[in-house]
């Protein structure tokens, strides 16, 4: 497939120490989501150099625990965890997907003109849609995230409650190192 081989040749890149640090933390992420996912807890989390912060109310010893399991199970081998269906590369990757499509499709074009291909470009762009999880999926595995953790260590979870509108929110700092 094409994202591998590009894959391959940006190795040099994915590889240097803080984009695989970052990449790693992005897979346990992942990991410790889908472990949660299937205790029917709804979270959404962004990685960092020191680990990865989950949002979502969830009590503590569960996010400690399923973090611990994921990477008990990456240092098995379950790669698979690493990619997950909600990630944001998904996003990025049909929204580039479809911004392409409709670049390709008006570009220098009059006003009739973008009219008359204006149902083409939309059907292209449901089709970018239809196809951009698989891809997205893709882009997961190769370059964002890793199912390899190498020598990755837990150290702790915190819990943090902030106020954000009214509304409170429960963040989970998971650390690694």
Known sequence: MLIALLAKAAA???????????????????GTIHLLN?????LSGVSTLSGFVLVGD???????????EAL???????AAL???PNCGTNLVVTAALMASIGAVGFVGT??????ER??????????????????????????TTTGDMGDLELLHVARREVR?????????HVRTL
Do not use: Y
């Open 72 to 78: 008990r199970r990456f240092q098995r081998g379950e």
């Open 82 to 84: 690493a990619v997950h």
């Open 118 to 143: 204006f149902s083409l470009v939309l059907l292209g762009m449901l089709l970018a849609a239809a196809f951009s999880l698989p891809l997205g999926m893709a882009v997961q595995q190769h370059f």
């Open 12 to 30: 040099p890149l994915l590889n240097a120490p803080l984009v695989l640090r970052l990449r790693r933390n992005h897979g346990l992420e992942h």
């Open 110 to 115: 009059t006003a009739r003109q973008a009219w």
């Open 164 to 172: 954000l509108r009214g509304r409170k929110l429960v963040l989970h």
């Open 58 to 68: 969830v009590p503590t010893d569960k996010v400690k625990k399923a973090a611990e």
């Open 38 to 42: 299937r205790q029917r807890f709804t």
